[in-house]
Structure formats: C-alpha cells, structure tokens
C-alpha cells in the first residue's frame, strides 16, 4: 500500500467556512427569484404594478439579509446596508420598466435571463465590496460601476419612454442619479456626509440636464445616452477629485467620451 503522506496543517489550503458558503449561495437564489418575478411582469398584459414593486421589495430584504451576515461588516440597521442596497433596488426598478417598455415578446426570455445575470453580478459585487481589501474588490467596484450606469441609462430612456411629464420627470431624473452617485463616491469619499452632498450635487445636475432637453429636439434613447453622459462625466470628475487622481490624462479621457458620445447624440438625431 502506498503511503500518502498529507501536507503539513500550514501548508494545506483552507476549507470554505460553511457559513459563508451558505450565505453567498443565497445570492443565485435571490437572482433566480428576480427573474422569475422580472417574467411575469413583462409578460402579463396588462403589466401589473405591483408585480414589480414586490420583486423590488424582495431583492431590497434578501440583500439587505445577506449584506447583515458579512463576518467583516458591522451592519445592525437599514441604514447600515442602505448603500449597498441602492443599485440593487434600482437595477429591479430599472430592469423591469426598460423591458416591459422596449422588449418584444420573443425577446422576453434572453433579456430576462441577461437581467438575472446582472442582478447576480451585482449582488455578489456588492457583498465583495463589503471588504475593501479584498483582492476581487477592484473587480467587484469595475462590476458595480457598469450596472451603476446600465441602471441610470434604463431610468433615464424610461422616462421618455412613458412620457412623463416634465417636473417629475426631472425630479425623478434628479432623485435616482443622487442615490446612484452614493455608490459612485462610496470608495472615493470615507465620509458619508459629504459623499451624500456630492451626490446630491450630481441630482441637481443631471435634474436640470432633464429640464434643459425639453427644450432639445431629443427623445427616447438619445435623450437617454445625453443625460448618461451629463451623469458619467460628473461623477467621473468629482470621483477622481476626491481621490486626488484628476490628472491631465483623466480629464482627457472624460473628454474624448463625452466628445464620442455627443457625436452618437447628434449623428442620431441627424439621421433619425
């Protein structure tokens, strides 16, 4: 018989603790019940509301569970949590009314099953960023960042999309770019005070930004692309101020987007 000897305690790589196995395994599990209820909300006609406002409120109360059972966090309230629930809640806000707005019934399933897979994404990026040095965090903060902007581009397209008036319309515009802004700044800026008055400032931007397209012959989703672009270069100028990054190279970078985007604006409004 061979003898198999085993590598010393110190050598040997750790076991997942059962615990936290368990606790992320709730992710996909909060993902697949996303989508489930994501189906019926687009495919029921007429859309029930409330269909939507349920799905919301589950994937607010299972993060919300999941982010209070982190071993390295110490969240007891809902306003311990409340910054890792906002892009979560309003991806299933925004997810579901861009769909049920733009999607075709054969299209239904694999929007559906692409929609899950960023609520997914997002949860499991937000449980990750928990941990700032964590050595997936920089990928989880790339993660969170690209469906910060998917969820602001879907409420913004919505908007003209349902023709909302003008004053909700902008106060709508305003009050989702804030809360998005929070987790735009939550790792540029320690202090959640001034992190929520910077955040505030890009609402009253992005708000104002809305009110001015009513007087712009833009709807649908160039408006949509104009305000993400209000909304990207803003936060991306005030995140790398208050990480003192904002360099010469930043800024061009920023310029060279917004430049890129501005010429699909107008080129589509040209040829449109």
Do not use: C, K
Not at 4 to 13: F, K, M, S
Request: no cysteine.
């Amino acid at each position: 018989m061979i003898d198999r000897q085993l590598p010393p305690a110190q050598e040997r790589p750790p076991l997942p603790h059962f615990g936290e196995a368990s606790r992320t395994g709730r992710i996909p599990l909060l993902a697949i019940a996303f989508a489930i209820g994501l189906a019926l909300f687009i495919t029921i006609d007429p859309p029930r509301p409330w269909i939507l406002l349920v799905v919301t409120a589950l994937v607010a109360l299972g993060a919300d569970g999941i982010y209070r059972l982190h071993p390295r966090a110490d969240f007891h309230t809902i306003a311990d949590t409340a910054p890792h629930l906002f892009v979560p809640v309003l991806f299933s806000l925004s997810a579901g009314l861009f769909l049920e707005d733009v999607v075709l019934s054969y299209w239904a399933a694999p929007a559906v099953i692409g929609a899950g897979g960023l609520m997914g994404a997002a949860l499991y990026a937000e449980h990750i960023s928990v941990e700032p040095h964590s050595e997936s965090y920089p990928a989880a903060r790339f993660v969170l960042n690209v469906i910060t902007y998917l969820t602001a581009f879907g409420f913004y397209a919505v908007v003209y999309g349902f023709d909302v008036e003008l004053a909700p319309a902008a106060f709508a515009v305003g009050l989702v770019s804030m809360l998005l802004s929070v987790e735009v700044f939550r790792e540029a800026e320690a202090d959640p005070i001034r992190a929520l008055v910077f955040a505030a400032v890009i609402g009253v931007i992005v708000g104002e930004a809305r009110w001015v397209l009513y007087f712009v012959p833009l709807e649908g989703f160039l408006a949509g692309v104009f305000l993400l672009l209000v909304f990207y270069l803003t936060t991306g100028v005030i995140s790398h101020y208050l990480t003192d990054h904002l360099e010469h190279s930043v800024l061009l970078e920023f310029a060279l987007v917004t430049a890129a985007g501005l010429a699909i604006v107008v080129g589509g409004r040209v040829l449109g």
